[in-house]
């Protein structure tokens, strides 16, 4: 069955880096996602992206978040200077159309 | 406001014991449902979703939910839990944007 894998497992960074975590969603998707989890809380939506841009976003995805599909399979969300907040289970997500949604194992990103 | 209540946060249930884990969600439009279920430091996995037609939708691992549109309830059940079954299980709204609402998520603890 098909998967979204998400790279790395598990990023650790210091307080003010810059972080990219990877994705590569399931190749005739059209449709990506970043949620995040921080931990013992819900999933929270991101951002989602179609034909090459942003298609919506929410309330947390502000100035520090970016996110590229920079070649055919990869799919990044780029957090430019971390904070300690920023520290959650990141996921990946792609679909078909919004019924047929696949998520990634997930990054822990710590921030110390 | 589109939002998914999710009202249990834990369910302690023994083992072979029938299981209902509640799910209610807020909208003005149509919209597909989800149920995903998260092992300890894992990612999302899919039990089931509704899209249309029967609302009686079978998942994996003998769970089942229905979908009463004049409840605006989601609730998702099974027969007879296993030790295995002991995980976060999250309730999840999409709609024509694509972005899924979460649950705040139950956690159904299994016990023998």
């Known amino acids: 069955e098909p998967e979204v894998t998400q790279t790395p497992s598990h990023q650790v960074t210091q307080m003010g880096q810059e972080v990219i975590l990877r994705c590569v969603p399931i190749s005739n998707h059209l449709y990506f996602y970043w949620y995040r989890q921080i931990l013992g809380q819900k999933v929270e939506f991101l951002v989602s992206?179609?034909?090459?841009?942003?298609?919506?976003k929410s309330e947390i995805f502000d100035d520090q978040f970016s996110v590229e599909r920079p070649d055919g399979s990869n799919f990044t969300l780029k957090i430019r200077s971390t904070k300690l907040e920023d520290s959650a289970m990141y996921f990946c997500?792609?679909?078909?159309?919004?019924?047929?949604?696949?998520f990634g194992s997930g990054t822990r990103l710590t921030v110390v | 406001a589109q939002s998914v209540t999710q009202l249990d946060s834990q369910v302690p249930v023994f083992e072979e014991a029938p299981v209902e884990l509640r799910c209610n969600y807020s909208s003005s439009v149509s919209v597909y449902l989800f149920w995903y279920v998260q092992y300890p430091n894992q990612g999302l996995q899919l039990l089931l979703k509704y899209l249309s037609g029967s609302t009686l939708v079978k998942g994996i691992n003998g769970f089942e939910a229905e979908f009463n549109k004049s409840q605006t309830s989601f609730h998702l059940r099974k027969p007879s839990v296993h030790i295995s079954d002991t995980a976060e299980y999250f309730c999840?709204?999409?709609?024509?944007?694509?972005?899924?609402?979460f649950g705040s998520g139950t956690r159904l603890l299994v016990r023998p």
């Open positions: 999840a709204m999409g709609d024509s944007s694509y972005k899924l609402i």
């Open positions: 997500a792609s679909s078909d159309e919004g019924s047929g949604y696949t």
């Open positions: 992206f179609y034909n090459n841009e942003i298609s919506e």
